[in-house]
């Protein structure tokens, strides 16, 4: 009994370190969120009171808001697929045997390593018109100089290009791990039963990564409404909203409109529509996983 | 073993005795924020000055701290002022003034002078450079890194397509006839205006120059609806879609320079904040001249100003006034736009033999100054962040071909007037 109730105390003196950074950080900060959605932003002038939902009735009806979650949207579909198929893809490609695959390997992974900061200024210069890279090839080939970022029809086109870029090589290690854990019996097996490549990869490699998808699917999304490092040095959202993000909407209320409450109600907004499709997800997935 | 523990303890009390005496003999300290907005090392050139301060003030400490972009700064002192742990004065956007007084945060300079030579000092800068500072009556700003937009034009191409190099554009129709002629003889554009960044910074001057202002000296009227504002935004869109002397859609602030120093324009509208640095990099022969007029010349200034916290003591306060008068003193202000390009805020700084001799050798420098005279205060009203923004989607949509001018300006105008409504 004793020994028991030891354990216990054993187990929560463990545990605590986790669970008040995770309060500090995570739970108090969310809940004071919550809360403050509720307020109007106080200054000297008009004093912060109680209004309810006003601020998610101004959020419903702001015109800019809306299109960021239309962007979001799209930015999500359009990076998730394309990186999590390149990602399969590429896996495959180094797990083979080749020359310099180790090379190949590092080449694919290198993105992931250098700062989003960083690497938005390098692909700066790579849009600019005329005097960018891209222009440069394409004005050699003979076509037209395109101004890029600065159109709106290409602008959000653009960034998930560079999304796609810089995520493919991270989730392609998870697909390598996955691929060197898959037995080599079953390769064999399918030889010898006669089954194609492509077949033994339908029936056989895809399922067994049904699990490492799940994961780097949701990855995927959530770095999809969270990573918006590029558009500060990029767009700044522009032009006219085009490639404005849910995240870069949020920061530029509570730091440029200097409007707390309002970016408290947008997080509140963007934490439900992140909780919908994790949930969505998991569903989706569940049932055609394969977990051994 | 126990007397060497003793000894080093009270090695180790002396020693912080003595260290707390020493830093006492710093009677105050300062903390300062200060942004960077455009190239150069300006940071060093900060220290340096600071440096010279404290020599000259052994009894008060400055900790300059660079902030980041003008956004950065304003986020860190006020985050600062929150925690409790607050700087006493720093430089922050002109235009910020409204947020700051919304928010309780600063001090008129109007308490704070006392003697009539202080008084004075306040009248000492340029008066447009002032505007930006004063509102209510009462001055809440110092100009300290301030510039006006200017017109970096490149000799070689003006001589390549047969036009005087030293005669740039004079007029709003100059500016499209160059432009032609630029670019059926070379292979560059004719002219660049950045449109993303700081589009209404741009947009302040068009439509001064069309002669209308953006906003009213309280900073609760705006008039972006007013026909000429409509007027300078359809000349904008007109550069790009219909005279074809400037690319359609937006033009980045960040990568313009390049453009202008590979020659790929021949005239960009910038920041004399810039000056140096094209100076330092431009391969060819270039010249610096004012804005083409349509009704008129004008610009809009720029740049930061220097603010005192109230959060601070009185003792802290006077020693920030000691540091803002060394730092907008003429010979540090003439000190300063040398080294950047920004301009010497007092006419007493042009007089200095430093900056006399400066420019003497390169008049380029004397463009932002002279332009002064046309200038006019940066967009800054009540909720700035959100009007400003607006004005930069309104200005975005329309050169991208999405909205008119009219209806976009229109719109603009009906949300600015919604959310001014209290703050009159």
Redesign the interface.
């Not at chain 2, 690319?247 to 980045?252: D, K, N, R, Y």
């Given at each position: 009994m004793f020994k028991n109730n030891l354990s216990q105390v054993y187990a929560w003196l463990l545990i605590t370190p986790a669970l008040i950074l995770m309060g500090l950080f995570t739970h108090i900060p969310s809940f004071t969120t919550l809360i403050s959605s509720f307020f109007s932003t106080g200054t000297k002038k008009f004093p912060s009171k109680f209004i309810g939902f006003e601020n998610y009735e101004l959020a419903l009806d702001d015109p800019i808001f809306l299109e960021a979650v239309l962007n979001n949207l799209w930015y999500a579909v359009a990076t998730i697929i394309p990186s999590v198929f390149l990602a399969i893809l590429m896996a495959l490609f180094v797990d083979s045997k080749i020359k310099g695959r180790v090379l190949v390997r590092m080449a694919y992974f290198t993105p992931t390593i250098l700062p989003m900061i960083a690497v938005s200024n390098i692909w700066l210069f790579f849009y600019t018109p005329e005097i960018g890279l891209i222009d440069q090839i394409a004005i050699n080939l003979g076509f037209g100089s395109q101004n890029w970022l600065g159109d709106k029809e290409t602008v959000l086109n653009c960034l998930i290009l560079i999304t796609i870029w810089k995520e493919a090589g991270f989730f392609m290690i998870f697909y390598l791990a996955a691929l060197q854990n898959i037995p080599p019996e079953l390769k064999e097996a399918a030889k010898i039963e006669g089954a194609s490549k492509y077949y033994f990869f339908r029936r056989i490699t895809f399922p067994l990564l049904m699990p490492i998808t799940l994961f780097v699917v949701i990855n995927a999304t959530l770095n999809s409404f969270k990573l918006v490092d590029h558009l500060f040095i990029l767009t700044k959202g522009g032009p006219d909203n085009a490639s404005n993000l849910i995240l870069y909407y949020i920061y530029e209320s509570a730091f440029s409109f200097l409007d707390s409450s309002y970016a408290a109600t947008l997080t509140v907004i963007l934490l439900l529509i992140l909780a919908i499709v994790s949930i969505v997800q998991f569903v989706l997935f569940d049932k055609r996983i394969h977990y051994r | 073993m126990l007397k060497k523990i003793k000894i080093s303890f009270i090695g180790l009390t002396t020693i912080v005795f003595v260290m707390s005496f020493a830093t006492k003999l710093f009677s105050i300290e300062l903390n300062m924020y200060y942004p960077v907005a455009v190239g150069g090392p300006l940071t060093k050139i900060v220290d340096g000055m600071v440096n010279d301060f404290e020599r000259k003030n052994p009894d008060v400490k400055v900790n300059a701290i660079y902030a980041g972009n003008y956004?950065d700064a304003r986020?860190k002192a006020?985050a600062a002022l929150k925690s409790g742990k607050p700087a006493q004065l720093s430089v922050m956007f002109s235009i910020d003034i409204y947020?700051l007084i919304?928010?309780?945060a600063i001090v008129p300079f109007d308490d704070l002078v006392t003697s009539y030579e202080d008084k004075a000092w306040l009248y000492s800068f340029y008066p447009t450079l002032m505007e930006n500072g004063v509102t209510d009556g009462k001055v809440w700003g110092i100009p300290f890194q301030r510039s006006t937009i200017v017109m970096y034009y490149n000799k070689d191409l003006f001589r390549k397509a047969g036009l005087n190099p030293n005669k740039p554009p004079n007029t709003w129709n100059e500016l499209v006839s160059y432009g032609k002629k630029i670019k059926s003889s070379t292979n560059s554009w004719g002219v660049m205006i950045p449109?993303?960044?700081y589009p209404y910074w741009m947009f302040g001057a068009l439509t001064m120059q069309n002669d209308q202002v953006l906003m009213n000296g309280d900073g609760n009227v705006t008039y972006f609806d007013h026909p000429n504002v409509v007027g300078a935004l359809q000349f904008w869109h007109d550069l790009g879609n219909k005279h074809k002397v400037m690319?359609?859609?937006?033009?980045?602030w960040?990568?313009l320079r390049?453009?202008f120093l590979?020659g790929?324009t021949a005239i960009m509208w910038h920041s004399t904040g810039n000056l140096t640095t094209v100076k330092k990099n431009a391969k060819f022969d270039f010249g610096v001249a004012m804005l083409p007029a349509s009704k008129r010349r004008g610009t809009p200034t720029g740049g930061g100003n220097f603010y005192i916290f109230k959060k601070s003591s009185e003792a802290e306060k006077k020693a920030s006034m000691r540091l803002i008068k060394f730092m907008t003193s003429p010979e540090q202000a003439a000190h300063w736009s040398m080294a950047t390009g920004y301009m010497g805020v007092s006419p007493a700084s042009y007089q200095t033999s430093a900056l006399t001799n400066y420019v003497k050798q390169f008049p380029p420098a004397l463009v932002a100054r002279d332009q002064l005279n046309y200038a006019t205060a940066e967009l800054s009203t009540f909720?700035t962040?959100?009007v400003r923004?607006l004005l930069?989607?309104a200005i975005?949509?329309a050169?991208?071909g999405?909205k008119t001018p009219k209806s976009a300006l229109k719109g603009a105008q009906k949300n600015a007037e919604k959310l001014l409504k209290?703050y009159k």
């Open positions: - | 956004n986020i006020l947020e919304e928010q309780d449109s993303t960044g690319p359609s859609g937006t033009i980045e960040g990568t390049k453009n590979e790929k909720q962040g959100r923004k930069d989607d975005q949509s050169l991208t999405n209290r």
